[in-house]
Structure formats: structure tokens, C-alpha cells
């Protein structure tokens, strides 16, 4: 899914709640905003107070399909 976040409210609240053990972002960061990231998360997790950890936190999106793929074929 797409995500067009032009205030910036979810990028911000991504880059606050990242933690170990998400990966570490190589990218992505254009303007003290995220930008062009994928996160894929494990299936059944949900959002509550704090973002859950992501198993894919990456971007441009174009440079990590292989990521994607793998993340999205974790169950």
C-alpha cells in the first residue's frame, strides 16, 4: 500500500517509534522527514501506543524489493 502522508504525522511517529530490534535505516531522510520508506511488519501485529517493530524499515523502495519480498513471506 501507498501512503501519501503530506504533514508528515505518520513518517514523524514512524521515526520516533523505530527501535531495535527494527533495522537500522540506511536511507530515507529527506528534510528531517522519512520519505520513499517501506516497512513491512509481521502478520497479526497491531499499532497501539507505539508503532510495532518492523522486519523491513528501508527504503527507497525501488532499491529493496528483495527485502519486501522476504518480509512480506515471513509468517
Do not use: F, T
Given at each position: 500500500m501507498q501512503f501519501w502522508d503530506k504533514e508528515h504525522l505518520l513518517a514523524t511517529r514512524m521515526a520516533?517509534?523505530?527501535?531495535?530490534?527494527?533495522?537500522?535505516?540506511?536511507c530515507c531522510?529527506?528534510?528531517?522527514?522519512?520519505?520513499?520508506?517501506?516497512?513491512?511488519?509481521?502478520?497479526g501485529v497491531t499499532w497501539d501506543a507505539v508503532m510495532p517493530t518492523a522486519i523491513v524499515f528501508d527504503g527507497p523502495v525501488v532499491y529493496v524489493k528483495e527485502e519486501i519480498v522476504k518480509g512480506i513471506a515471513m509468517k
Open positions: 520516533r517509534d523505530a527501535r531495535k530490534p527494527q533495522p537500522v535505516l540506511e531522510v529527506q528534510n528531517n522527514h522519512l520519505w520513499d520508506l517501506v516497512a513491512v511488519y509481521r502478520p
